[in-house]
């Protein structure tokens, strides 16, 4: 070897430890730059891993001295949220304002036309999805869930984003929880189902999957819980036996009051009856206590259309929980005839009588946002 390429091979050697340092510096920027964009991703995926209380509704005092509040309310089309282009399933998501009267004795409601949206999602089970049965402000954020699929969906930026599914019964099973109804309890978001046993369009019992709940964290993990003899001591406070039965598609723990709220969309003494039942709504309000050992049960006015049971409701912000705003569901051989909105007080008192929604919707979801 000449004296030349030994030079230029000692050059070499000199600088292949700058050239590696350099790119070790680079690909450790790249994977430093990696982990803060995932943890980017993550805290917006996850804004909190402990609970935030930030609540989302907007509230103005007008000059009479009534005051409003942002709501914001979302459908379950059911066979109707199917898009046209077969490949995609929506559900309509309207905002609007409670108003209450000065005395708070009064109340109206108003929708915003230009903030009404549709979210769509391509995730369907058994080619159904986007059939919205409930939201809840949960974590400083606006959840809602697919009675078909079991997914719980962020919406954000008038968008459904896809978050955590549920699965039926103890959580083991592949079809998802038709889920109904949802509000928060020690830092948690519990969702829940219809509440009665599991039955063909004749009655014949099938299985307890639907007196499940799920007790989801923050962070998204998920508790199954077994519900049957609530459900079952709720029942019984209004005399109901097996196989008489209650729908649930309204529940409300209370912070304040440190009880219970059960709205029951529909129940009967007697069998279960897909062809009857749509004539089986009711007017009962069943308050449990924190361990839901013992019941009060209150009538909030007079049933006076059968086809209309409680959707969704949830507490009038400022008024300690006293207040409820709840929406009624009313259909007809199996199609949405409308909705209707009413407010009543704890004890029954209605202050707001039915108010019909605009559009033969099924609106089934509502919350202060």
């Not at 790249?30 to 943890?39: D, I, M």
């Not at 209450?100 to 929708?111: E, Q, T, V």
């Not at 103890?170 to 948690?188: A, S």
Request: with cysteine; hydrophobic share 35%; net charge negative.
């Amino acid at each position: 070897m000449g004296k030349e390429e030994v030079s230029k091979q000692r050059v070499v050697q000199k600088k292949t430890p700058l050239f590696e340092i350099i790119v070790v510096v680079v690909l450790s920027s790249l994977s430093l730059f990696a982990y803060h964009l995932g943890t980017l991703n993550t805290q917006c995926a996850y804004p909190h891993e402990v609970s935030n209380k930030t609540q989302l509704y907007v509230k103005h005092e007008l000059e009479d001295g009534s005051v409003e509040y942002s709501i914001t309310m979302v459908t379950d089309l059911d066979h109707d949220s199917k898009e046209a282009n077969g490949k995609s399933w929506r559900s309509l998501v309207s905002r609007g304002w409670l108003q209450l009267s000065p005395d708070r004795k009064a109340g109206n409601i108003r929708f915003d036309a230009h903030a009404e949206y549709y979210v769509n999602s391509q995730i369907a089970a058994g080619g159904r999805s986007m059939e919205l049965s409930c939201l809840a402000v949960f974590n400083g954020s606006l959840y809602t869930v697919d009675d078909r699929t079991g997914l719980i969906y962020w919406l954000r930026d008038r968008k459904a984003v896809p978050w955590v599914i549920v699965n039926d019964g103890p959580g083991n099973v592949v079809k998802g929880l038709k889920g109904e109804w949802m509000t928060m309890k020690d830092d948690r978001l519990i969702v829940g189902g219809i509440g009665k046993e599991w039955t063909t369009t004749e009655g014949e019992y099938v299985n307890d999957y639907p007196m499940w709940i799920k007790k989801i964290t923050p962070a998204g993990s998920v508790q199954s819980v077994n519900w049957k003899d609530v459900y079952i001591r709720v029942r019984r406070a209004v005399g109901i036996e097996y196989p008489g039965y209650m729908i649930h598609e309204a529940v409300q723990w209370s912070e304040i009051h440190k009880k219970w709220f059960f709205l029951p969309r529909r129940l009967s003494t007697e069998k279960y009856s897909e062809a009857e039942d749509e004539e089986r709504g009711t007017n009962v309000m069943i308050i449990g206590n924190e361990e839901l050992t013992s019941f009060d049960v209150v009538h909030v006015g007079n049933v006076e259309q059968k086809r209309r049971g409680f959707s969704a409701f949830q507490f009038v912000p400022d008024t300690k929980d006293n207040l409820i705003l709840a929406i009624k569901s009313e259909e007809k051989d199996g199609k949405p005839v409308g909705s209707f909105a009413t407010v009543f007080d704890v004890h029954g008192n209605i202050i707001m009588s039915d108010f019909a929604l605009h559009g033969a919707y099924k609106y089934e979801g509502l919350a202060f946002a």
